[in-house]
């Protein structure tokens, strides 16, 4: 039996190792503290609890990614893709991530704290509790999203779409301008102090929605929303609603 030579093993375990470092990123067995790479492939990787603060993931494809619990704050990048993603407790506290893929992605009780997601997309994705506080999503997409209990207070939602699942989430002194909230499920939402100024809301189910105290809504938004059941509203609004619309105070 001819036997190898010790050159021939050493390229042969080179040539594996290179493979395996290419391959990295489908099932990431680096150390959680480890910087990412900018571009990398994290498809379906285990990234529980990673410690990426302030780190840049542009192009970075985390699609299926397991990033529970993990501390992301400060990240920044463009063309990040986190669809599907595992992102339960994960902190984004100020991370920059313009345009961003978050569809059918889950974010239970996440903290969005002052994060800037304009344009970014949460399609079918489960906000659930998130603290999303100061948070700028302008342009955001989050239609089919589960955002109950969410808490935008103070956030820019000017021009989003949140045509979602949004019983008993918080906006008080939220920017709602010209966002599309028709069809929305705002049950026990809060409104004090919110800008819904052009704010789109035909057909939405506002039962037991708190809208004392927000700000440039009309009579005419209000008269095309599916039901104002128990709501809340200022006297200037309440009273000629319920004079040329009494309809809608009707239990649906």
């Not at 571009?39 to 990787?45: E, P």
């Not at 920017?175 to 789109?200: M, R």
Request: charged share 20%; net charge negative; proline share 3%.
């Amino acid at each position: 039996m001819l036997k190898k030579e010790p050159i021939i093993e050493e390229l042969i375990l080179k040539e594996l190792n290179r493979l395996d470092n290419n391959l990295k990123g489908r099932g990431f067995e680096g150390d959680e503290n480890e910087a990412p790479v900018v571009g990398q492939d994290y498809h379906n990787a285990d990234l529980r609890g990673v410690d990426w603060v302030g780190c840049n993931l542009t192009g970075c494809n985390l699609l299926d990614a397991d990033l529970g619990s993990a501390d992301l704050e400060y990240v920044y990048g463009t063309g990040v893709i986190f669809e599907g993603a595992n992102m339960e407790q994960t902190n984004l506290r100020g991370a920059h991530l313009p345009g961003a893929n978050f569809r059918v992605s889950t974010l239970k009780q996440a903290i969005l704290v002052g994060i800037n997601l304009q344009e970014a997309t949460f399609l079918m994705a489960d906000i659930r509790r998130a603290n999303a506080k100061d948070a700028n999503f302008q342009g955001a997409f989050f239609r089919g999203a589960s955002l109950q209990g969410a808490n935008f207070g103070g956030a820019d939602l000017r021009w989003a779409n949140l045509q979602a699942h949004l019983q008993g989430a918080i906006f008080g002194g939220a920017n709602l301008q010209a966002a599309y909230l028709s069809e929305a499920n705002l049950e026990d939402a809060e409104f004090p102090g919110a800008n819904l100024q052009y704010t789109k809301l035909a057909n939405a189910y506002l039962v037991n929605t708190d809208l004392i105290g927000a700000k440039n809504l009309t009579i005419n938004q209000l008269s095309e929303v599916k039901t104002l059941y128990n709501a809340s509203l200022d006297d200037e609004l309440l009273v000629p609603l319920k004079e040329k619309y009494p309809n809608l105070f009707k239990k649906p």
